[in-house]
């Protein structure tokens, strides 16, 4: 057995289990777990903030299905990563986060940056309500066995981050270790549905007159994009995403009808509330998604029966009764469900098929709706105007990125995506900031697609800094800012709920407002415009998207649009002040 110190045994581990980048910032707290990479096959990311490694591990592990690993010093660097933990434990995204933790032998002395008052080296309480797990490293002949559990716990079932605490003298101490081989603490496959749960949920399907599909976040995870469309054609039955299962099936094709909720389309919503049998995979029923639970908007269960399909028992039922609950992957169960069908019933047929041409008629009816707010060349222009300049100069396998806010509540509505793994956006956190350094990470995982990030002036100032990683590793990623001066989804609900004499604290002020431009320049991006008039924006983010390296391109749009910009076709319940 080779004898490594705690850095080393780390990095051979990552290599053994394939992860490509480890991402962090350095302090006297991780020097000896980072020293270990100088000699490593696994290349060390330098984002500018701790929150901004953990925003990039994310969009790489959505973009491409594989963890990432992330370190940080002891104190202020691991509470830095707090934010982008929840946001992807919330969306369930898999990633290992390791931070520097007080020598053993001086736990509970309060040494620099310890949080010690209620137990000794206390920061992983902080992190065990956004975590999977939560492990702490009392010796290095222990961190093997910690390592595997660690991305055990992250890949399996229902993914999602996991925290190591080293201390530092465990990062330094040696010891003659065997490292675990990946493969070998694995589960080979995928859990599948209850074969008497399954065939429930067929016959309810194959006697519904009108059935719909709602695939989930975990249909992504599971990779089950075949799977759900093979179903939806057996069926002929509309495809209502969530919108962390955009891209599950392309948006052109004609099952695919928009989403349910409050942003949601007008077919989806429609055809959701009116459906008789709603086969649900892998996905919650959050409250923007159904409309806040209010009858007859987003969904009506009862009376549709549903059956719910997911791999976190919890999920199943927690917001709708169930006629059917099934545990079980995603991927397996939905082709159990398929294949049951097909010995059942024969494919259902399009013609002289009334559902079928209720769906076309009712998505017609939306894409007119979205059509005139694209083909609008108002000045200043809308978001819905630039989102059609980059869905014009975005190819088919192009990926697009946004964070919380107005950008977002037009991107997954509106904005078509044609293939998995091609929208990347936090979901049930809502991270404003999140889509500067995730599209960093996309682009790591899909180094031969152009990545585009969706920002509004108020989110990219979150996390701006991370323009500087974007350039400093050479990754070619574009930054669209859709420029409204403030944070005007929050401004807007402060006018709708209490009028324009409340406003407070949500508007920029123009003599302060940030000069873009000047930002590009002083982090040495290389390609970086302001646009005006919305008929020169094709162009614009044509040449950003060509350019070789970090681009930045600054939409004005128009700062007081209703609604958020969005198209607003169902409910969301935010309770208002009483007096």
């Not at 399909?309 to 999920?315: A, L, Q, R, S």
């Not at 107005?406 to 809502?430: A, D, H, K, L, W």
């Not at 350019?547 to 939409?555: L, R, S, T, Y």
């Amino acid at each position: 057995m080779p004898r490594l110190n705690g850095g080393e045994i780390i990095a051979k581990y990552l290599e053994k289990e394939g992860v490509e980048y480890l991402v962090g910032i350095p302090g006297h707290g991780s020097t000896n777990l980072l020293d270990a990479f100088n000699d490593s096959d696994v290349e060390v990311i330098q984002p500018r903030h701790e929150e901004g490694a953990t925003h990039l591990a994310d969009g790489y592990a959505r973009a491409s299905g594989e963890p990432l690993a992330v370190f940080t010093s002891i104190g202020p660097g691991a509470t830095n990563t707090v934010t982008g933990a929840a946001t992807a434990y919330v969306d369930s995204i898999p990633m290992v986060i390791f931070t520097g933790a007080p020598q053993t032998h001086e736990y509970g002395q309060g040494i620099l940056q310890e949080i010690e008052r209620q137990k000794p080296g206390d920061f992983p309480s902080v992190m065990e309500p956004v975590t999977k797990q939560s492990f702490e490293v009392s010796d290095v002949e222990r961190l093997p066995r910690i390592l595997r559990r660690a991305f055990q716990v992250a890949l399996s079932g229902r993914p999602g981050p996991v925290h190591v605490d080293v201390p530092m003298d465990v990062q330094g101490a040696a010891a003659d270790v065997e490292l675990p081989e990946p493969t070998q603490t694995r589960p080979h496959s995928r859990p599948g549905g209850d074969p008497r749960t399954v065939s429930d949920a067929a016959e309810l399907l194959e006697d519904a007159e009108r059935p719909v599909i709602v695939p989930g976040g975990g249909t992504m995870l599971a990779e089950a994009w075949d799977e759900v469309q093979e179903l939806a054609e057996h069926l002929q039955a509309p495809v209502i995403p969530t919108f962390q299962a955009k891209g599950i099936i392309p948006e052109d094709h004609d099952l695919f009808v928009g989403y349910a909720g409050w942003i949601g389309s007008s077919a989806g919503n429609e055809l959701a509330s009116n459906a008789d049998v709603i086969l649900s995979v892998g996905c919650r029923f959050t409250d923007m998604h159904t409309s806040s639970f209010e009858e007859g908007v987003s969904f009506e269960i009862p009376p549709s029966k549903l059956i719910h399909v997911d791999i976190d028992p919890e999920e199943i039922g927690k917001n709708y009764p169930v006629e059917v609950g099934i545990q079980g992957d995603a991927k397996v169960v939905t082709r159990q469900i398929t294949e049951e069908l097909q010995e059942r019933m024969d494919p259902v047929s399009r013609e002289d098929n009334e559902y079928y041409q209720e769906m076309q008629d009712l998505w017609e009816e939306w894409e007119g709706m979205v059509a005139e707010r694209w083909e609008d060349d108002s000045v200043p222009m809308s978001i819905s105007r630039a989102l059609a300049s980059l869905r014009n100069v975005l190819p088919r396998d192009g990926v697009i990125v946004s964070s919380a806010g107005q950008p977002q509540e037009t991107v997954n509505p509106e904005f078509p995506v044609y293939e998995p793994r091609t929208n990347i956006s936090c979901g049930g956190f809502s991270t404003m900031g999140f889509g500067v350094s995730a599209a960093i990470g996309a682009k790591l995982a899909k180094p031969d697609s152009p990545v585009v990030d969706v920002e509004g002036d108020g989110s990219f100032m979150m996390c701006n800094q991370e323009v500087a990683c974007a350039v400093e590793h050479d990754v070619d990623v574009t930054y669209l800012i859709v420029n409204n001066h403030g944070w005007k989804s929050i401004r807007n609900l402060q006018v709708d709920k209490y009028g324009w004499d409340r406003v407070l604290n949500t508007e920029f002020n123009e003599e302060t407002d940030i000069d873009f431009m000047s930002m590009a320049d002083g982090f040495s991006v290389e390609f970086a415009e302001r646009v005006v008039k919305p008929e020169k924006l094709d162009e614009v983010l044509e040449a950003a998207i060509a350019h070789d390296g970090p681009a930045i391109v600054e939409a004005v749009v128009e700062p007081d649009n209703p609604d958020s910009g969005a198209i607003v076709t169902g409910e969301w319940d935010l309770a208002d002040l009483e007096t």
